[in-house]
């Protein structure tokens, strides 16, 4: 019989974080070490501004982690969504990455609460509002 559980959760998980953070301050390294006009040049193929993508790779890979669970609590399908409107989901990823309310929004979708409130800080509400009728929960 073999063990499936890690002996050291704790110790993993500090790990992995660790792990993570390594990677993003080489990817933050790597940035700064890329010449002006190549970064421009990818900026640009993304349809935003250096500082916006900047601002963006600073955030690390999990700032919008937030978007696909506020999608459920507010009943919008988001493979649906990529496969019909990929750049509006790209669009709302931009803005869900840059976003100054996570604390609140981590709240509200924990607690259960997102569709009641979330018209009074996100920053996609007018976006998740046009798109159409939700599922209520």
Not at 25 to 43: K, S, V
Not at 59 to 88: C, F, I, S
Request: overall charge negative.
């Amino acid at each position: 019989m073999t063990v499936q559980e890690k002996p050291y959760p704790v110790v993993s998980l500090v790990v992995d974080i660790f792990g993570e953070w390594l990677k993003h301050r080489r990817e933050l390294r790597e940035m700064r070490e890329m010449d002006a006009a190549n970064f421009g040049q990818i900026a640009s193929e993304l349809r935003m501004s250096s500082a916006e993508l900047e601002a963006l790779v600073r955030q690390g890979p999990h700032a919008a982690d937030e978007l696909p669970k506020m999608l459920t609590a507010l009943g919008v399908d988001q493979q649906d969504l990529a496969r019909t409107e990929p750049l509006v989901l790209r669009d709302m990823e931009r803005v869900c990455s840059l976003c100054n309310h996570k604390r609140q929004c981590d709240r509200d979708l924990a607690a259960g609460t997102s569709a009641a409130h979330y018209q009074e800080y996100c920053g996609n509400a007018d976006t998740i509002d046009g798109l159409g009728p939700r599922v209520s929960s």
